[in-house]
Nanobody, 121 residues
Framework: QVQLVESGGGLVQPGGSLRLSCAASGIIFSSYAMAWYRQAPGKQRELVASITNSRSTNYADSVKGRFTISRDNAWNTVYLQMNTLKPEDTAVYYC???????????????WGQGTQVTVSS
């Protein structure tokens, strides 16, 4: 049974930082690409960042230079370091295990339950 468990969400002021973690089980973690998606109220879920099993990364334009995705295969964990947070970053953030395709293509397969990030003063 595949499980992806996110943690680290919360309330932060604009300009602040948060680090999300996602612990995976039930998969051969090192053979999967991993990604973070987010969904704000009334909006479609969007891909925020992805990392291949060879640690190549891709980011949405809206988070480039502010967010960093990384992975630790020894701990079956993927991280999302979020700096200089803005109110528009407010969303539920979802961890995903999937497969990477050509170029920046990412194919989601397994989802976590999500963690709320709220950026507000």
């Amino acid at each position: 049974q595949v499980q992806l468990v996110e943690s680290g969400g919360g309330l932060v002021q604009p300009g602040g930082s948060l680090r999300l973690s996602c612990a995976a089980s039930g998969i051969i973690f090192s053979s999967y690409a991993m990604a973070w998606y987010r969904q704000a109220p009334g909006k479609q879920r969007e891909l925020v960042a992805s990392i291949t099993n060879s640690r190549s990364t891709n980011y949405a334009d809206s988070v480039k230079g502010r967010f960093t995705i990384s992975r630790d295969n020894a701990w079956n964990t993927v991280y999302l370091q979020m700096n200089t947070l803005k109110p528009e970053d407010t969303a539920v953030y979802y961890c995903n295990a999937g497969k990477s395709g050509t170029g920046e293509n990412y194919y989601p397969m397994y989802w976590g339950q999500g963690t709320q990030v709220t950026v507000s003063s």
